[in-house]
């Protein structure tokens, strides 16, 4: 016999689309709806875009509730399909629960500055002029690759990876596999280093090479930091983020389906 969630708190985020605020507008109803910090699970309605800033909002907060999240975007890879509300507390209850953990990354500026965010996706380095970027790949302290001459290079979580990730050829990995994704994007030397598969114990560095003649930018997510100087990403394994999704339709399953699209 399956267990169902019983939360007596629930709150309510909805994007500034005329979509998700049409469904918000619905779901008034339905339930006595409570702020985000006094809640015990949160219902979004939107896109993965907006499903990532609900979870960096909890992340900002300190408090991280599960998250149900009822597409209304375009791909919606994080979301459940979207249905009127009137079996939205059976589907809550019968939501099968998913955790991901995110990765933190603690940027050095040029200045000599840093700056430490949390990317549930993945960790982007990308060339900020038409100049190639020249980066230096450390895994563990140990060099790896001491010049890589590319647009780019990123690190990504498997719930990222069927992102950006897989966009610049790289690898998709199934939930659970405790790994990370080390994926170059346009590469040109090493000309035929496609990307590594990393335990996700392990920590990446990247140090920018000839910066002032090719600056880099950092992206984890959705928020950019601009003349990057290096990078130490690693999994934030106690800011772990608890994911609902309908029996059937969970992530687990969208990864090994997306596997197997022409």
Same mark, same amino acid.
């Given at each position: 016999?399956?267990?169902? /969630?019983?939360?007596?708190?629930? %709150?309510?985020?909805?994007?500034?689309?005329?979509?998700?605020?049409?469904?918000?507008?619905?779901?008034?109803?339905?339930?006595? +709806? &409570?702020?985000?910090?006094?809640?015990?699970?949160?219902?979004?309605?939107?896109?993965?875009?907006?499903?990532?800033?609900?979870?960096? *909002?909890?992340?900002?907060?300190?408090?991280?509730? $599960?998250?149900?999240?009822?597409?209304?975007?375009?791909?919606? !890879?994080?979301? /459940?399909?979207? *249905?009127?509300?009137?079996?939205?507390?059976? *589907?809550?209850?019968?939501?099968?629960? !998913?955790?991901?953990?995110?990765?933190?990354?603690?940027?050095?500026?040029?200045?000599?500055?840093?700056?430490?965010?949390?990317?549930?996706?993945? &960790?982007?380095?990308?060339?900020?002029?038409?100049?190639?970027?020249?980066?230096?790949?450390?895994?563990?302290?140990?060099?790896?690759?001491?010049?890589?001459?590319?647009?780019?290079?990123?690190?990504?979580?498997? %719930?990222?990876?069927?992102?950006?990730?897989?966009?610049?050829?790289?690898?998709?990995?199934?939930?659970?596999?405790?790994?990370?994704?080390?994926?170059?994007?346009?590469?040109?030397? $090493?000309?035929? +280093?496609?990307?590594?598969?990393?335990?996700?114990?392990?920590?990446?560095? !990247?140090?920018?090479?000839?910066?002032?003649?090719?600056?880099?930018?950092?992206?984890?997510?959705?928020?950019?930091?601009?003349?990057?100087?290096?990078? /130490?990403?690693?999994? %934030?394994?106690?800011?772990?983020?608890?994911?609902? !999704?309908?029996?059937?339709?969970?992530?687990?399953?969208?990864?090994? %389906?997306?596997?197997?699209?022409?």
């Amino acid at each position: 016999m399956s267990v169902r /969630n019983t939360f007596e708190r629930l %709150a309510l985020l909805a994007s500034d689309t005329p979509q998700a605020q049409e469904a918000c507008g619905k779901l008034d109803d339905v339930v006595d +709806w &409570v702020p985000l910090d006094q809640a015990d699970a949160v219902i979004v309605l939107g896109g993965d875009g907006f499903m990532l800033q609900s979870l960096h *909002r909890m992340l900002d907060s300190g408090r991280v509730i $599960p998250a149900y999240g009822m597409n209304l975007g375009t791909v919606g !890879f994080l979301m /459940n399909r979207y *249905r009127d509300g009137k079996k939205l507390l059976d *589907r809550l209850a019968r939501a099968r629960s !998913f955790s991901v953990a995110p990765l933190i990354m603690t940027a050095t500026l040029q200045d000599g500055s840093t700056e430490v965010h949390c990317a549930i996706n993945e &960790v982007s380095l990308l060339r900020e002029t038409r100049q190639t970027a020249k980066i230096e790949v450390s895994v563990n302290g140990k060099v790896r690759i001491p010049e890589l001459s590319c647009d780019g290079v990123l690190l990504a979580t498997p %719930a990222g990876s069927t992102a950006y990730n897989l966009s610049a050829n790289g690898p998709i990995l199934p939930l659970g596999s405790n790994m990370l994704a080390l994926t170059p994007i346009s590469p040109f030397r $090493p000309r035929r +280093w496609r990307g590594a598969i990393l335990p996700d114990r392990f920590e990446v560095q !990247f140090r920018v090479l000839d910066a002032d003649k090719r600056p880099v930018a950092a992206v984890a997510d959705q928020r950019e930091l601009r003349d990057i100087a290096a990078l /130490n990403i690693q999994i %934030a394994a106690e800011r772990e983020l608890t994911l609902l !999704f309908d029996p059937g339709h969970s992530l687990d399953e969208r990864i090994v %389906a997306e596997q197997f699209i022409a």
